[in-house]
Structure formats: C-alpha cells, structure tokens
C-alpha cells in the first residue's frame, strides 16, 4: 500500500499587542517655541536699545573755553570750568588764527568762490581741481607694503545758499552733526563756526563752516572726534595749521 505522510499543520505563533506609538513634538510646537524666543530676544534688545538713548539724551554737553591759537599750533586742551555753547560768538570759545605763508607748500586759489589756501608737501588732489567747485585733498606717504599711499585728509565744499543767518542752523539743516562740540575760529578776520562731533571709536567728522557774503565755506574731515564723557577734545592743530594759511582774494 501506499503510504500517506500525515499532514503537519504550521505553527501557530503567539500574536503580540501592539506597542504604544511613541509621541515626539510636532513641527508645529517647535516653530511656535521658537518664534517665541525670538519674540522675547528682541523684545530685550528694544528694552535695552531705549534703556542706553534715554541715558545719552540725559547727559548735558558742555564746552570747554579753549586758549587762543598760537603760531606754534600746540595741542588744544580743555579748562575745568566748563560752559554750555550758544550761537553767539561771545559765549563761544574762540580762536584767532594767524595767517601763515608756507614757501615749501603749494598754494591752490580759487577765483570764482575767492579764497585761496596751502596745502603741505605729500599731499594731492583726488581729482584735478576745478574752481567754484568743491576739492578733496589727499595725504600720501609711502609705507613697508605699498609706496604713495594715499588717505583723505580734508574736503572744502562750496555753497552758494548761506543768507547770513545762523551758522549752527545752516550746518544743521545740512548734516546730523552728532552731539556737537561748537567753537569760533577767526580767519582772515571771518568768524567760522567749528564743530565737533562726540563718537570717540565710531564714525565723526569735523566741520568748520566759513560763511563769505552769501557762500558758505565748509571744511570737513573724518574720524575727528571729542569725548562727551570726558571733555576731552582732539588735537587739531594740523587743521589749524591748514586754515592758518586761508585767505579770502577779494
């Protein structure tokens, strides 16, 4: 006969409860999270943005009377009894600046606006000077890596729309002249207004402004600052030197 292998059934394997699912936060929750910590981080650089203004709207500038200008152009210090500076020029420390021919220096005039000055040797225009017209000048020198170096060492701008007014309110109506220090300089018997902005290590410059008749003569410069914490004010006796040799040709 034949034989009838038995048939074996397959094992039966035990059925197994399913684990619980495991929970992780949502893309949801962890943008709302974040967006709130970028909320509160801004919400304190505001805080303390307001906190650091309302304290540099407290402070009081103050001026220093300066001594006078002297031929030999020494540093400009301060005095210890300081004065608040207004418009007029009696309140205002002043310096008379005598007029000083260089024979070593070249001498750029300027006919249409009416004023000429000198500039020392090693320096240059950026660009060929037209008259009636504003002048960059530049200081060049010759460093380890690079010979005729040159930086900017001043700028005189002409404007034909000064009324004779106030000198502070012209400077102001044209550049944020940024917590001004104000004197006098007398040059060539002309009252200019001088200005200096307060950022010691950050951006400043330096404005004299020379008003003539209706034309308003400004001098400029860069990273010239004093220190409305301390009173202490730059040394400016290369510029002093410079407009000691300005003169008007009328």
């Given at each position: 006969m034949e034989r009838v292998n038995p048939v074996s059934n397959p094992p039966v394997r035990?059925?197994?409860?399913?684990?619980p699912p495991i929970t992780f936060p949502t893309?949801?929750?962890?943008?709302?999270?974040?967006?709130?910590?970028?909320?509160?981080?801004?919400?304190?650089?505001?805080?303390?943005?307001?906190v650091i203004k309302s304290q540099s709207r407290s402070r009081i500038l103050i001026n220093s009377p300066l001594p006078s200008a002297q031929s030999s152009l020494s540093p400009l210090s301060t005095?210890?009894?300081?004065?608040?500076?207004?418009?007029?020029?009696?309140?205002?420390?002043?310096?008379?600046?005598?007029?000083?021919?260089?024979n070593d220096w070249q001498t750029y005039s300027d006919s249409i606006a009416g004023f000429s000055f000198q500039y020392p040797p090693r320096h240059k225009f950026a660009e060929i000077p037209i008259e009636g017209k504003s002048v960059y000048v530049l200081n060049c020198f010759d460093s380890p890596q690079q010979k005729d170096l040159c930086t900017s060492a001043f700028t005189i701008d002409?404007?034909?729309?000064?009324?004779?007014?106030?000198?502070?309110?012209?400077l102001n109506e044209k550049f944020s002249v940024y917590k001004p220090y104000y004197m006098n300089w007398?040059?060539?018997r002309v009252s200019a207004l001088v200005a200096i902005e307060g950022n010691p290590g950050g951006s400043s410059g330096l404005f004299i402004a020379i008003p003539k008749n209706k034309t308003m003569i400004l001098f400029t410069a860069s990273f010239?600052?004093?220190?409305?914490?301390?009173?202490?004010?730059?040394?400016?006796?290369?510029?002093?030197?410079?407009?000691?040799?300005?003169?008007?040709?009328?």
């Open positions: 035990p059925e197994m409860s399913p684990s893309f949801k929750k962890i943008a709302l999270i974040g967006s709130l910590i970028l909320f509160i981080i801004i919400l304190s650089s505001i805080a303390a943005y307001l005095q210890s009894s300081p004065q608040v500076s207004v418009e007029s020029n009696n309140s205002l420390p002043t310096n008379i600046l005598t007029y000083t021919f260089h002409i404007y034909k729309d000064y009324n004779g007014g106030s000198r502070r309110q012209w007398v040059i060539d010239v600052a004093w220190d409305p914490n301390t009173g202490k004010l730059p040394d400016l006796s290369y510029y002093n030197q410079i407009l000691s040799t300005l003169k008007f040709l009328d």
